[in-house]
Protein backbone atom coordinates (compact mmCIF):
# COMPACT_ATOMS: atom_id res chain seq x y z
CA UNK A 1 0.00 0.00 0.00
CA UNK A 2 2.99 2.42 0.73
CA UNK A 3 4.86 1.55 -2.08
CA UNK A 4 1.79 2.04 -4.24
CA UNK A 5 1.54 5.39 -2.97
CA UNK A 6 4.70 6.48 -3.54
CA UNK A 7 4.47 5.72 -7.14
CA UNK A 8 1.26 7.76 -7.04
CA UNK A 9 3.10 10.39 -5.69
CA UNK A 10 6.26 9.74 -7.81
CA UNK A 11 3.65 9.92 -11.43
CA UNK A 12 2.04 13.29 -9.56
CA UNK A 13 5.31 14.54 -9.20
CA UNK A 14 7.01 13.81 -12.76
CA UNK A 15 3.71 14.59 -15.01
CA UNK A 16 4.01 18.56 -12.64
CA UNK A 17 7.65 18.68 -13.53
CA UNK A 18 7.36 17.90 -17.40
CA UNK A 19 4.23 20.65 -17.60
CA UNK A 20 6.44 23.35 -16.04
CA UNK A 21 8.89 22.55 -18.48
CA UNK A 22 6.31 22.84 -20.86
CA UNK A 23 5.60 26.14 -19.92
CA UNK A 24 8.70 27.16 -19.50
CA UNK A 25 9.61 26.06 -23.25
CA UNK A 26 6.34 27.85 -24.40
CA UNK A 27 7.27 31.05 -23.03
CA UNK A 28 10.70 30.72 -24.28
CA UNK A 29 9.33 30.12 -27.83
CA UNK A 30 7.08 33.57 -27.59
CA UNK A 31 9.41 35.31 -26.54
CA UNK A 32 11.48 34.57 -29.23
CA UNK A 33 9.05 34.97 -31.90
CA UNK A 34 8.47 37.99 -30.77
CA UNK A 35 12.41 38.74 -31.06
CA UNK A 36 12.36 37.09 -34.60
CA UNK A 37 9.26 39.06 -35.81
CA UNK A 38 10.45 42.72 -34.30
CA UNK A 39 14.10 42.20 -36.44
CA UNK A 40 12.58 41.21 -39.63
CA UNK A 41 9.89 43.82 -39.48
CA UNK A 42 12.89 46.59 -39.09
CA UNK A 43 14.43 44.58 -41.77
CA UNK A 44 11.56 44.76 -44.02
CA UNK A 45 10.52 48.50 -43.76
CA UNK A 46 14.40 49.37 -44.24
CA UNK A 47 14.46 47.38 -47.99
CA UNK A 48 10.60 48.94 -48.34
CA UNK A 49 10.22 51.78 -46.41
CA UNK A 50 6.66 52.30 -47.64
CA UNK A 51 5.73 48.69 -46.32
CA UNK A 52 6.88 50.04 -42.99
CA UNK A 53 4.11 51.90 -41.72
CA UNK A 54 1.87 50.27 -38.94
CA UNK A 55 -1.40 50.16 -38.66
CA UNK A 56 -1.37 52.97 -35.32
CA UNK A 57 -1.00 55.94 -37.06
CA UNK A 58 2.45 57.84 -36.32
CA UNK A 59 4.22 54.46 -34.89
CA UNK A 60 7.14 53.52 -37.09
CA UNK A 61 9.46 51.09 -36.72
CA UNK A 62 12.97 51.25 -35.88
CA UNK A 63 15.31 53.11 -38.04
CA UNK A 64 17.14 49.98 -39.21
CA UNK A 65 17.81 46.03 -37.28
CA UNK A 66 21.67 47.50 -36.93
CA UNK A 67 20.32 50.83 -35.39
CA UNK A 68 22.94 52.72 -37.65
CA UNK A 69 23.65 52.64 -41.33
CA UNK A 70 21.27 51.32 -44.23
CA UNK A 71 21.32 47.89 -45.69
CA UNK A 72 21.59 47.49 -49.42
CA UNK A 73 19.08 46.09 -50.92
CA UNK A 74 20.79 46.06 -54.59
CA UNK A 75 23.45 47.45 -56.86
CA UNK A 76 23.34 48.42 -60.17
CA UNK A 77 25.76 46.34 -62.23
CA UNK A 78 28.36 49.03 -63.35
CA UNK A 79 27.33 51.65 -61.43
CA UNK A 80 28.90 54.25 -59.11
CA UNK A 81 28.19 51.69 -56.04
CA UNK A 82 29.61 48.82 -57.63
CA UNK A 83 32.94 49.91 -59.04
CA UNK A 84 33.14 51.47 -55.18
CA UNK A 85 32.60 47.96 -53.69
CA UNK A 86 29.14 48.67 -52.84
CA UNK A 87 26.86 45.25 -52.68
CA UNK A 88 23.81 43.67 -51.90
CA UNK A 89 23.88 43.26 -47.97
CA UNK A 90 26.42 46.22 -47.50
CA UNK A 91 25.59 48.42 -44.35
CA UNK A 92 26.50 52.14 -45.32
CA UNK A 93 27.10 53.80 -42.03
CA UNK A 94 28.31 57.38 -43.54
CA UNK A 95 28.44 59.74 -46.83
CA UNK A 96 31.69 61.95 -46.37
CA UNK A 97 31.75 61.99 -42.82
CA UNK A 98 28.17 62.22 -42.14
CA UNK A 99 26.27 59.77 -40.67
CA UNK A 100 23.07 57.87 -42.35
CA UNK A 101 20.81 55.55 -40.39
CA UNK A 102 17.84 55.85 -42.76
CA UNK A 103 17.73 55.17 -46.95
CA UNK A 104 16.02 58.87 -47.10
CA UNK A 105 19.06 60.29 -45.06
CA UNK A 106 21.30 58.34 -47.76
CA UNK A 107 19.21 59.66 -50.77
CA UNK A 108 19.36 63.18 -49.48
CA UNK A 109 23.08 63.36 -48.86
CA UNK A 110 23.66 61.45 -52.39
CA UNK A 111 21.59 64.02 -54.06
CA UNK A 112 23.21 66.48 -52.17
CA UNK A 113 26.78 65.28 -53.54
CA UNK A 114 25.09 65.01 -57.27
Do not use: C, H, W
Not at 3 to 23: D, E, F, S, T
Not at 44 to 67: D, F, H
Not at 71 to 87: D, E, Y
Amino acid sequence: MKKQRNRRLLIIVAVVLVLLLLVALTAAGVYAMRLVNSNVESFLAQINPEAGTTAVEGVLPPKSIYEQGVLVGGVAPGGPAASAGIRRGSIILSVNGTDVNTPQELDELLAEEG
